[in-house]
Structures are given as structure tokens and as C-alpha cells.
């Protein structure tokens, strides 16, 4: 099997700096790494390579210091490069790096692409759903395992409603979140790899490149970095060894934080996803602020539903904003595959042309989403945290980088203008009985033909209730056996229990439950850490918390990010807090 891993050289993420006079980050002097999921990803096909026979391709694209990356893909089992360097490549977006991509894969061949499922630096997730719609393979993203088996390879992946093991035609893309079992991929980079490296530019992609050229970079980009912000929230600070205290100040906080109000205004559209048969909460979301941005635009706010039996969610959609509601129900449709669903969207956006389309950033809709954008060449903006509108009509487009403490105000070029969006961005819209919505059934013909086959899917774990709840709990490995003890407590705050990296990786939580840069984000009103580990890695998952709470054995002055910390021992202070925090106690 030729396995071709498509790997990028990022910033250290704890190192980057913004620059209040210049309005824009600081490079200068800043430590450069192989994108730790892209690190995953090789070793996943040095594996496979060692079990099956074959050869592994690392490929970048950037500029010459890039080669840095290459050769510790060479230490982690690539056995030769190919570095994608010329000036024509640079200030590419997601779409103009998938198409230059693909090009390359074309011209060296492959039957599998493995890459990370996202960059620590920019955190879109579109790169591999968008190289896989240029190529016009077989998909997989978020994948925690795989094997060749028989000619086709079985994917195991995170879903929205827990694991999911589908079987993939090749050749394949996949996007991998974790490494494989016993795998080492902190590695120093082989020194003498020059004889390994191939440098291409666009010479090597096209006959007749030229200045300006519009398959590559900056010039073949639909996107357009306007701004950069921070963002980085202002934590109080405050430690507390009594736990009422502790409890009183957390709900003060809270008051003085207020949730955002729902879109007050009345043609925007967004997706409604599903969960367990009803429309998920970031889905009401989307509708809450499409009625704001569909008020904005002098349109109606229009709700998209994908899938099979979805008279009641249609009735739903009406009831929490949407103007009107567009169907397509399939028997084909039924069970989750990319293709299929990015295949349906593609022929919504080419016959409706709707202005705006939001889509949740999902487990589900950064993959169908990118597809459907890489498939008809447009612009995307992925895992947004705000939305807005120009005097021009134009998406105005927020998006988090390195942890969230960033964020780039993007705008695009293209139309429909395309947003994947993070859930608990916004407040959904109190539902409203006998609500009139228009609902129009759109007619699929000729859907796109299934490329994987979803063979099981495990239920036990609803991650998304990470994303719906008001109250999360993290743990740390230093609850250790205690985990049901916080299981219990984190329920009875009427909260969803994570993890971070060492719970996760300590077994005492699912990984699909792993909070932080290398896990996910989430947006609580409230967030409870206990004996998590105080680095950068698992702050990320807590920028946009609206308070954040976190329980540790000292009474050591609060440095992190927290804005109340108790001290003592979780095991006396957590139930004390709780008691008094519900007022139970």
C-alpha cells in the first residue's frame, strides 16, 4: 500500500504573542513543530506500512524552513518527502492548499492520504474533507483507528453519538485524532535526510505556471484574512478554601456575565443536524442567529434538513426561528456517509443558491461540509465564533486560532458564502407553538454514490452532550479511582463530565470526551476542573467559558485561568461547592 501523509510545520501554540500596536501576531523568534496530529498520522501509516508492505510519503507545503517537518516525518517512519515549495504556493486558504494538494497526490499517486484531523495553529479542519472532494475519493475524518483489510480499509472514527467503524473504498482520505496503540511520536528529526527530500514547485504541478496564477495560493484562495483580534478573556483570580464562599462568588459571576442574547432581527440558512431523532442544540443555535443575519440581509431565515423521517424536526425548526424549511429526505440518506450527504448539500447549494449557509461544526459537519465546499470550489470558513454582516451584504466571519485566544476576521469571495459554526456560540430562540414556517421538499435526483459503508456504531458515549450542557466537569488523572464519585457530582449540577489529555489517556475517560487543544473545545456557562493539568494544551478547551471554576489541593496564589479556585481536597470541597451552588445542601 502507498500511503501518502500530508504533514505541516505550525507555531507553538504557548508561544505566539499578539502585538497591540501592530494589531497582528508576533513570528518573530517563535518555535516551529510538526503539527502533533500530523505526527498521529504518520505513525498510523508507518503501522500499516509494517504490517501490510508498501511505502510512506510525508508532504508538505511552505516554505524551505519546512523541511524541519519532513524530517521528523523521516524519524516517525516516512521513508521518502516531497516538499511543495514556490512563491506561487504562499497565502494559500484551505481550498487553494487542498487544490495544490491534490494536484501533488495526483501526479505521485497514492491509494491512501492520511493527514491530521486539524492544524494546532489555525484549527479548520477542512484540509482532508477538501483534498478528498478534489480527488473525488473515498472519506473519513476524526478517525481513531484503522485497518487494510481485503483490498478496503475499516475506519473507526468519532461521532456525534459515539464511535462509529465504517469500511472505505480505496483510495481513501482520512483524518486521524489520535496515535496508534504504544506509538512514540515525540522524536528529535533526522539530520541527514537531504537524499530523501524532493522539492516540487509549481513547475512540477502545471505546464504553464504564471504570476498570479489562480489554481494556487493567494490568487486561487476565495477567503481573505481582514483582521486579527485577541480575544483572550479577563479571569478574575480568586482563590477560596471555604466552598459556600466559593459557590456565592461563582453565582455573582454569572449574573455579571449574561448569556448572549438571541438574534433580535428578522436569506440565511443553516443546517439542522440531528441528534438522537431531535434538532441539536447548536442547530437552534444557528437558527437564533440566522434570524439576525437573514434581518440583516432583507431575507427570510431558512432551515436545511438532511436525512430520512423528518416531518417532526421540520415542525421543530419552525417552532425555534425558521422562516421556512427545506427537505430533503431520502431513504438514501438515513444512515450518516460523507459522500452522500456532502453530495445532497452540493446539489442544494447549486439549484437554491442560498446567500449564507451555516453549518454546526459537528463531528458530522466538518465532514460533509468541506466536502460540499471543496467539491464546487467555495470559500469556507471553518469552526466560526461569531457572525456578522457588511454593508455589502458580505459574511463577516470570526474564527479562533491557536487555543482560541485569537481570531481572524475572514471574510469570502465566493457565493454561497459557507461557515461551519462552534456550538454554544449563540442562545437559541424560545420556541414558539404555532409557529408558521413554509416547508418545501426538495427532490434529490441523482445522489452521489456511498464511497464507505457505516458497519457499527457504538451509543454508549454521547459526546455532544459536551456541547449542550450548561455546566462541564474536567477531570484530571489525579481523580484516579474517584471518577464515578465525580461522575455522580458533575450530574448532579446538571453537567456533562470531560477529561483531559492524562484522564483520557489514563482510561478514566473516553477519548471522545477529551477536552482541550489535541481534544475539543466547549462553551459552558459554567466550568468545573478538578486535578486537571494547568498547561496551555487543556486551558484551550475553556476560552469561551462564561466562568471557570477549578478545585486543586494548593493554596498556592491562582496563576491559570481560572476565575475561582478552592483549595483543598476536591473529595470535601467539590460536594460542599455543589450543595451549595444548586442550594441542596
Known sequence: MKIVCLVKQVPRADAIEFDEETK??????????????????????????????????????GPPQAEEALRLAVALG?????????RLFAVADTLGTSRTLAMAIRKEGADLVLCGRKTLDSETWQVPPEVAAFLDWAQATNVTGLEEAGGKLKARRLGNEGEELYELELPAVCSVSFPPAGATVDVEPVAEAEDRIAVWTAADLVSDPKPGDKRFGQSGSPTRVL???????????????????????????????????????????????????????????LLAKG???????????????????????????????????????????????????????????ERERPHVLLIPATSRGRDYGPRAAGALELGMTG?????????????IQFKPAYGGNIVSVIMGATTPQLATVRPRMFEPLEPRDGANAE????????????????????????????????????????VGDAIGELRELAAGLGGALGGDRSACEA?????????????????????????????????AASVKAAVIVVFKSSADPVTGTADVAVAGDWRETLPAFAGSFTGTS
Open 24 to 61: 497582528s501576531l508576533k513570528r518573530e523568534g517563535v518555535p516551529l513543530e510538526l503539527n502533533r496530529f500530523d505526527a498521529y498520522a504518520v505513525a498510523h501509516a508507518a503501522r500499516l506500512r509494517d504490517e501490510h508492505g508498501g511505502e510512506v510519503i510525508a508532504m508538505t507545503m
Open 78 to 86: 516516512a521513508d521518502r518527502c516531497i516538499h511543495l515549495s514556490d
Open 227 to 285: 483582521a486579527v483580534r485577541d480575544v483572550s478573556p479577563e479571569r478574575a483570580r480568586e482563590l477560596f478554601t471555604d466552598p459556600a464562599e466559593a459557590a456565592a462568588r461563582v453565582r455573582a459571576l454569572l449574573e455579571e456575565r449574561p448569556a448572549p442574547e438571541p438574534g433580535a432581527a428578522y436569506d440565511s440558512w443553516s443546517v439542522v443536524e440531528l441528534v438522537e431523532g431531535r434538532p441539536a442544540r447548536v442547530s437552534l443555535e
Open 291 to 349: 434570524r439576525e443575519l437573514a434581518g440583516k440581509l432583507g431575507g427570510r431565515n431558512v432551515a436545511l434538513l438532511l436525512g430520512h423521517g423528518l416531518d417532526g424536526a421540520a415542525r421543530e425548526a419552525a417552532r425555534h426561528g425558521a422562516e421556512a424549511v427545506v427537505v430533503v429526505d431520502d431513504p438514501r440518506l438515513a444512515e450518516y456517509e460523507p459522500v452522500a450527504w456532502a453530495g445532497a448539500l452540493g446539489r442544494v447549494l
Open 383 to 395: 469552526d466560526c465564533v461569531d457572525l456578522g454582516i457588511d454593508r455589502g451584504g458580505r459574511l
Open 439 to 478: 416547508i418545501r421538499a426538495f427532490r434529490l435526483d441523482g445522489a452521489a454514490e456511498p464511497r464507505s459503508r457505516l458497519i457499527e456504531r457504538e451509543k454508549g458515549e454521547r459526546a455532544f452532550e459536551l456541547d449542550e450542557a450548561e455546566t462541564v466537569v474536567a477531570a484530571g488523572a489525579g
Open 507 to 539: 482510561g478514566l475517560v473516553p477519548h471522545s470526551r477529551q477536552l482541550g487543544l489535541l481534544g475539543r473545545a466547549v462553551a459552558p456557562r459554567l466550568y468545573v476542573a478538578v486535578e486537571t493539568e494547568d498547561d496551555f494544551e487543556h486551558a
